[in-house]
């Protein structure tokens, strides 16, 4: 009896539909492991290898031809896995001549197209009874060589492990002394990028008297001097909710992790969950200031995953679900609408819930993506979904300008609202905290302080709904890194000294770096309008 020959079937063994799932899950978390959990890819992948598997099967019964069927299979996670890729190129391409591309059209382009190349006479003229199968083995694997080192690499040098978050000698919690006898409910909310008045007149020929008035009348004290302690999101909420600044990750330490445990365990939240309070947080939309340890973290959206999501936006599943008008991925401007409009509504409600509560909302806007007008209607920017800002930014200063000033109309609009009902269902009045993380960056070049605007980033809203014994003790250039300094002062005699108010720039192109720039802060120098 004549024995097959196991090394020519194992080289027609067809593994590449595995091997290219793996990588379509592999090179997402590769290029995003500083902001997602490798966690996060666990069920994404055991999914699509199921689903592999699946197909694999069918199509083997429906054709009787195991290698044609494996070929199928590929077609597909292609058309799945790397349309998406396809979308936002063509969509980056199209919006340069200041155009949108209709993505059901372009979706049923592709579709006719992988129709065609899933015919079996095309398959059996690409080699498929003969060497396609060993080919694609071959390529596949040797292409995965490239993300599974750059995976491993990352993960030797900086494990993803819980860091010791250093103690501070001023605001270690052991150090806290609270008087927990007078618990108001405290809302730190967020406005991302919002910027201070005078800045806005100066740079964006934007009037916001109206709206300062408004919550100077309603019994804000607005800091009119205050500058951000730090011009990037993810420094200068940890810096608040620590009240205190940051100290720089070591070399030796996976930024990501030393982030995401400072924010976790933040020093704000555990004060005062020594005092008895809820603590509660909202999607933002931003990976980082969604890893907080909470009792209630609310959110609008599908419960999927940051990975989860980032897989999803712009494929043929998100594409078909907007045309259905159904929701499948947290990362498109219908979505990121969405969490704003629930953040400001939910804030109203929560006055309601009983017991002392501490409420942390991150509201990405009036920072970009640009998708309000001024009256709340929505806008849907030309290129692909992302939150870039500075020269990251998708669009034209022009773009940025006019986007900025319609969404800050929007965002005033919804604050008086949110503000009106928080103090109505209140039954005793509690602590607001209005501020913006930073300015916002038309003019910020992220890998270049010297060629910054910085009149434009430092400068922001900081306004505070405080008991009349916090008011007194308030000054103009009061800094979020002495928020809660004062907050805990003034509500629970913490006895905290405040900081010196100073800023740095900091950015994602300088890990390492944290540049003093408070003497240079209120320069106009690059802040001229083209």
């Excluded at 590449?16 to 902001?35: C, K, T």
């Excluded at 599974?148 to 806290?176: C, I, R, Y």
């Excluded at 500075?390 to 034209?396: A, I, P, R």
């Excluded at 800050?408 to 949110?418: D, S, W």
């Amino acid at each position: 009896m004549h024995k097959p020959d196991r090394k020519i079937d194992l080289q027609r063994a067809p593994l590449y539909p595995f091997l290219f799932a793996f990588e379509v899950i592999l090179i997402p978390l590769v290029h995003n492991l500083d902001q997602a959990d490798p966690v996060q890819a666990l069920k994404p992948l055991g999914l699509l290898m199921l689903v592999t598997a699946i197909c694999l099967v069918l199509f083997t019964f429906l054709f009787k031809e195991r290698l044609y069927a494996a070929y199928l299979t590929f077609l597909l996670i292609i058309y799945f896995g790397v349309f998406s890729y396809i979308n936002r190129f063509a969509q980056d391409l199209v919006s340069s001549f200041e155009r949108r591309l209709d993505e059901p059209v372009f979706l049923l382009i592709i579709s006719c197209v992988i129709c065609l190349l899933a015919n079996k006479w095309v398959w059996a003229h690409l080699g498929g009874h003969t060497w396609l199968t060993s080919y694609l083995n071959l390529v596949i694997a040797l292409g995965l060589l490239v993300p599974v080192f750059q995976l491993a690499s990352q993960l030797l040098d900086h494990p993803l492990q819980t860091v010791k978050v250093p103690e501070n000698p001023t605001t270690g919690a052991a150090e806290l002394s609270l008087d927990c006898s007078y618990r108001p409910d405290i809302y730190y909310i967020i406005l991302d990028g919002y910027g201070r008045a005078d800045m806005l007149a100066d740079l964006y020929d934007l009037d916001n008297t109206a709206f300062i008035d408004y919550l100077q009348q309603k019994g804000f004290y607005v800091a009119s001097q205050s500058y951000a302690n730090y011009v990037q999101t993810t420094y200068s909420t940890l810096s608040s909710l620590n009240f205190d600044y940051i100290q720089l990750p070591g070399e030796d330490v996976n930024r990501a992790s030393y982030f995401a445990s400072l924010m976790r365990r933040n020093r704000i939240m555990a004060a005062l969950k020594g005092c008895g309070y809820l603590t509660m947080a909202f999607e933002s939309g931003f990976f980082f200031t969604e890893h907080l340890a909470v009792d209630t973290f609310l959110a609008h959206g599908i419960g999927a995953n940051e990975f989860e999501s980032l897989l999803l936006a712009d494929s043929p599943v998100e594409v078909l679900a907007q045309k259905l008008n159904a929701e499948v991925s947290e990362y498109n401007y219908a979505a990121h609408r969405q969490r704003v409009l629930y953040s400001f509504k939910k804030l109203g409600e929560l006055p309601r819930l009983p017991g002392p509560k501490f409420i942390f909302a991150h509201i990405v806007s009036p920072h970009p993506p640009f998708v309000f007008d001024q009256s709340g209607q929505p806008v849907e920017p030309q290129w692909s979904y992302y939150l870039g800002d500075g020269d990251d930014f998708q669009g034209s200063l022009a773009d940025y300008l006019a986007g900025y000033r319609a969404q800050i109309a929007f965002v005033n609009q919804e604050v008086q609202q949110t503000v009106d009902l928080i103090l109505e269902n209140s039954s005793s009045p509690p602590v607001i905290i209005l501020q913006g993380d930073h300015g916002p960056g038309s003019r910020l070049v992220w890998d270049a302080s010297q060629q910054t605007c910085l009149w434009e980033r430092t400068p922001i809203l900081n306004a505070y709904y405080l008991p009349e014994e916090g008011k007194r003790l308030l000054y103009p250039s009061i800094s979020p890194v002495n928020t809660f300094r004062l907050v805990l002062n003034t509500n629970f005699s913490a006895h905290l000294p405040y900081l010196p108010d100073i800023s740095y720039f900091t950015t994602y192109e300088y890990d390492q770096q944290a540049i003093d720039i408070t003497a240079e802060r209120s320069s106009q120098a690059n802040c001229e309008t083209p």
